[in-house]
């Protein structure tokens, strides 16, 4: 064997799911930090404005991470992040609980069948998506019970499963709080004031929708000052 | 409640994943016959030809289904029936056992995952998918545990799954031979002219590739004569 094939036998790869959030951008740190050679995914879906994938490619770009930029289409729509006429919820104070108007109908369940097929064509052994139970509990795909599900259909449906090899799905930041999550971040080094969380697409945050007041609770509470206020 | 309301809550829809080929047509004629108002999904995920796309679309047309026509990208690629430069596989004899060159990653699991968000958005019951675990027994994403994994991602991953309701994944090809899925499509009126099986784009079909040489053995076994050649 010679030495540039050890080394690249010793490279491990991940797909990361990357939004241009807060969240996606600190599972990328910590899948870059556990060692994976990373290379993210980033979906246009008909997202409400463009500012959250140009920031996904900045730090993607800033990571040096590999990416794709993937356009999908769901035409029959049925979400407030798609759909202009459906108003987005602003000033609520307890949005845990029920399953907000946000909610695209199987998101998650796209995401990572792209993330599963990128994968197994690339040989990534790990897929790592920056979903979270605790804040956002209303969402059914953000469940630790529906990655464990997900995870059997990788087993059974791609040909490395039937290979006897794993792509193994990571949700770090699944049973973290928002504060916990920016503390990993921090500590990890993650561009924050590269990172978008506003359902608006304005020049400045909007302060009032949910995404918003959550990010400043979490940054509140983890007694930091958010680089992008 | 209105008649036309006691009407409406009697019909059941169903989403149906139609590729052009016999398989699909025949699940589509399938799901109309158990009642299902119909809505199909047909994929441009950058095959080597459009014809199968063409022929879906006439399908869908004929069977007075609605359709949505939903592009996608895998630019990683990886298969024979994306990438022009894989040679496909030829008068093969035995095509069962081993996993074909034709596979494409992860194809069915990105499928099923728009087939989930089309069901969830317009309140569909069912999702049909004429894949076949008899003569395509290589391909992973054909197996019935597969499909059993996925129904547990649509329990556990889907607004309406958390809800109580369930959105049904049926294969009612699964375990049928070519011959059988013939007879079936026979007796409920498929339209056979209409459809395509050849890996190749032409005027005819080939007659030489794998899904050629399934196909006419098919017809023989049922002792038809094929519409198309």
Same mark, same amino acid.
């Given at each position: 064997?010679?030495?540039?094939?050890?080394?690249?036998?010793?490279?491990?790869?991940? +797909?990361?799911?990357?939004?241009? !959030?807060?969240?996606?951008? @600190?599972?990328?740190?910590?899948?870059?930090?556990?060692?994976?050679? @990373?290379?993210?995914?980033?979906?246009?879906?008909?997202?409400?404005?463009?500012?959250?994938?140009?920031?996904?490619?900045? +730090?993607?770009?800033?990571?040096?991470?590999?990416?794709?930029?993937?356009?999908?289409?769901?035409?029959?729509?049925?979400?407030?992040?798609?759909?202009?006429?459906?108003? *987005?919820?602003?000033?609520?104070?307890?949005?845990?609980?029920?399953?907000?108007?946000?909610?695209?109908?199987?998101?998650?369940?796209?995401? *990572?069948?792209?993330?599963?097929?990128?994968?197994?064509?690339?040989?990534?052994?790990?897929?790592?998506?920056?979903?979270?139970?605790?804040?956002?509990? !209303?969402?059914?795909?953000?469940?630790?019970?529906?990655?464990?599900?997900?995870?059997?259909?990788?087993?059974?449906?791609?040909?490395?499963?039937?290979? !006897?090899?794993?792509?193994?799905?990571?949700?770090?930041?699944?049973?973290?709080?928002?504060?916990?999550?920016?503390?990993?971040?921090?500590?990890?080094?993650?561009?924050?004031?590269?990172?978008?969380?506003?359902?608006?697409? !304005?020049?400045?945050?909007?302060?009032?929708?949910?995404?918003?007041?959550?990010?400043?609770?979490?940054?509140?509470?983890?007694?930091?000052?958010?680089?992008?206020?």
């Amino acid at each position: 064997m010679s030495r540039v094939t050890r080394h690249r036998a010793r490279i491990k790869s991940a +797909i990361v799911l990357l939004s241009g !959030g807060l969240d996606s951008a @600190t599972t990328l740190y910590d899948a870059k930090n556990k060692g994976y050679q @990373t290379y993210c995914l980033i979906f246009d879906y008909g997202q409400r404005h463009r500012k959250e994938i140009k920031q996904a490619i900045k +730090i993607a770009e800033r990571s040096k991470s590999s990416y794709h930029l993937v356009k999908i289409a769901m035409p029959w729509q049925g979400s407030a992040l798609l759909d202009k006429n459906i108003p *987005l919820p602003k000033n609520r104070v307890d949005i845990s609980g029920e399953i907000p108007v946000t909610y695209v109908p199987a998101r998650n369940i796209i995401f *990572l069948s792209f993330a599963a097929s990128y994968a197994e064509a690339i040989n990534a052994k790990a897929i790592f998506i920056g979903v979270n139970a605790v804040d956002y509990s !209303g969402y059914p795909d953000c469940r630790p019970e529906f990655y464990e599900a997900y995870q059997k259909v990788l087993k059974t449906g791609l040909k490395v499963g039937a290979e !006897g090899k794993i792509i193994r799905i990571y949700t770090p930041l699944i049973r973290k709080t928002k504060a916990q999550i920016i503390k990993l971040g921090r500590k990890l080094k993650t561009p924050y004031n590269l990172t978008w969380s506003c359902y608006k697409g !304005g020049k400045k945050p909007c302060g009032r929708c949910d995404s918003c007041l959550l990010r400043q609770k979490g940054f509140d509470e983890a007694g930091m000052r958010d680089p992008i206020t």
